[in-house]
């Protein structure tokens, strides 16, 4: 069984950082690409970054340039770098990944449970 684990999230002030670490475990024999998303109360789930397993990353705009996502020397581990945080990166944030459980079984997506941001004075 598959269990992703965040951790890193709380309270900062605006302009702080929080640098948030994901970690897969269990029956894994691939991962593809990990992925962080966030939601905010009232708000949709919205996609902040992804990284694929060849280390390529895409970011949401609205995080471009004060965000960054990396893979960790273990390979079913990510990280989200978040700096000049703003109020309204407040939310709930989530890593997914693309794993493949077993060599007969084809990728699906997990999801973790969430580790709450918030930036406030």
């Known amino acids: 069984q598959v269990q992703l684990v965040e951790s890193g999230g709380g309270l900062v002030q605006p302009g702080g950082s929080l640098r948030l670490s994901c970690a897969a475990s269990?029956?894994?024999?691939?991962?593809?690409?990990m992925c962080w998303y966030r939601q905010a109360p009232g708000n949709q789930r919205e996609l902040v970054a992804r990284i694929t397993a060849d280390g390529i990353a895409t970011y949401a705009d609205s995080v471009k340039g004060r965000f960054t996502v990396s893979r960790g020397n273990i390979r079913n581990t990510v990280y989200l770098q978040m700096n000049s945080l703003k109020p309204e990166d407040t939310a709930v944030y989530f890593c997914?990944?693309?794993?493949?459980?077993?060599?007969?079984?084809?990728?699906?997506?997990?999801w973790g449970l969430g580790t709450q941001v918030t930036v406030s004075p």
């Open positions: 269990g029956n894994i024999f691939g991962i593809a690409d």
């Open positions: 997914t990944a693309n794993i493949r459980p077993e060599a007969y079984l084809g990728f699906r997506d997990y």
